[in-house]
């Protein structure tokens, strides 16, 4: 049977692979429950110390799939509230808490749930060709996924209103400039580029990723005091690991530092 979403261990990179290319990577309980179960092992295999996400065909993701029968013409009212409950919102909580980074590359288009998962992750990467689409108010619902969250936060009220309000398509390279992601990128050079990205993460310091990712996290809640604090108790912990003794000797004695000891 096709697997929904593939996973593929390039030393230490977790490459998940969104595998619905007929339907444009549209998101399905099953495929969201593969993500889940994927991510969960990107997390408590020491190995692995990055993730990669993209997906397969010309699609990135086209959001909740349509006709996996959420809506049910003539049939009884469905709860997309415990819809979002039981799939999306614990996704988008179990990627915000991997205390590891995840690169996404976004190879086509990401619509619906689909563009708000994609901003989940750590380092945004897509391909010139490929959009970004709040199709929410197309059939009559809000953002979810946390796109009402991500959006204002990432590039302003006006510019969040405006997408998720008029649900007009936001090419990549407009996502760049706006600072909705970190480039756009020729379509030929994404999936090495992104390759590129995961495995230069995957040979930095572990803790201070998993401490970077948490800290600026927590600072769109924050206060400066509470960020102040929590910087002092992070410093203070990496100082003592043996990551920042390597670092500092790598850089005394002129070479590249090694964390990957062990
Ligand atoms: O239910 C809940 O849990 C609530 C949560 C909802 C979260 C959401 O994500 S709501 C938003 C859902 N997504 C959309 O509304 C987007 C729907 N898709 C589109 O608007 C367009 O497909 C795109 C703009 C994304 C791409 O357009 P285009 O022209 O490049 O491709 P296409 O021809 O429309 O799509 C290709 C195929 O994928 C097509 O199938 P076919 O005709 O070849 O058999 C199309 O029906 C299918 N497809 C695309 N999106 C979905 C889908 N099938 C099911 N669900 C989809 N979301």
């Known amino acids: ?14 490459i998940l692979t969104l595998n619905r290319p ?11 429950a593969a993500l889940r179960a994927h ?14 996400l993209t997906g397969a065909g010309r699609g990135f993701c086209a959001g909740q799939d349509l006709t996996e029968g959420a809506v049910a013409p003539g049939g009884d009212p469905v709860d997309l509230g415990a819809a ?13 808490a991997l205390p590891k980074p995840i690169v996404v590359a976004v190879n086509g288009v990401a619509a619906g749930v689909g563009a708000n998962l994609a901003l989940h992750g750590d380092i945004v990467l897509a391909a010139k060709s490929a959009r970004f689409l ?22 302003g009220e006006a510019r969040a209103k405006g997408l998720a309000l ?9 996502a ?50 509470a960020q102040l604090d929590l910087e002092r108790d992070g410093q203070r912990a990496l100082g003592a690991g043996e990551d920042f003794a390597e670092g500092v000797a790598a850089f005394l004695q002129k070479r590249a530092p090694n964390f990957r000891r062990g």
């Open 134 to 155: 709040q199709a929410f108010v197309k059939i009559g619902l809000m953002p979810d996924g946390g796109g009402t969250w991500s959006l204002p936060r990432l590039i």
């Open 84 to 96: 979002l409950e039981s799939r999306f919102n614990p996704l988008a909580r179990q990627m915000r």
């Open 166 to 174: 008029l649900g007009e398509p936001l090419p990549a390279e407009q």
């Open 39 to 52: 991510l969960r092992r990107v997390a408590e295999d020491p190995g692995l110390r990055a993730a990669l």
């Open 22 to 32: 007929d339907r444009l990577n549209a998101c399905t309980t099953d495929m969201i």
């Open 1 to 14: 049977m096709t697997e929904v979403v593939t996973f593929e261990r390039d030393d230490a990179v977790a």
């Open 176 to 225: 760049a400039a706006w600072g909705l992601i970190w480039r756009a990128v020729d379509d030929a050079d994404l999936m090495p580029e992104a390759r590129a990205l995961a495995h230069r993460l995957a040979g930095q310091s572990a803790p201070a990723l998993a401490a970077i990712k948490s800290a600026i996290q927590a600072a769109a809640t924050n206060s400066l005091d």
